[in-house]
């Protein structure tokens, strides 16, 4: 059974980080694209990074120049390290996986598959 779980949520001040891992079971990630998305209380569930199968990554905006996906196939994980935290990053964040070898751009809900339950980011002093 293909199952991705998030973890490494949590509080953290403005300007501090946090690192986020998605931890796949039932699946090697050696092939599948994996990407972050964020779903903040009555918004739309948004982009932030994907790392394509040849470790090729995009960054969209909410994640450009803070953040960095990267991933350890040996461990079965993928990272988001977060850094400058700011107002606008407290949502849930999401890991999920695109078909095997998809070709992917920028991180759109669409192109994804497979899905955690998600990890709480808060943002607070």
């Known amino acids: 059974q293909v199952q991705l779980v998030e973890s490494g949520g949590g509080l953290a001040q403005p300007g501090g980080s946090l690192r986020l891992s998605c931890a796949a079971s039932?699946?090697?990630?050696?092939?599948?694209?994996i990407a972050w998305f964020r779903q903040a209380p009555g918004k739309e569930r948004e982009g932030v990074s994907a790392?394509?199968?040849?470790?090729?990554?995009y960054y969209a905006e909410a994640g450009k120049g803070r953040f960095t996906i990267s991933r350890d196939n040996a461990k079965n994980t993928v990272y988001l390290q977060m850094t400058n935290l700011k107002s606008e990053d407290p949502a849930v964040y999401y890991c999920?996986?695109?078909?095997?070898?998809?070709?992917?751009?920028?991180?759109?809900?669409?192109?994804?598959?497979?899905w955690g339950q998600g990890t709480q980011v808060t943002v607070s002093s």
């Open positions: 039932g699946f090697t990630l050696d092939d599948y694209p």
């Open positions: 999920a996986a695109a078909r095997p070898r998809a070709r992917i751009g920028l991180p759109r809900v669409q192109d994804y598959v497979s």
């Open positions: 790392i394509g199968f040849g470790d090729d990554t």
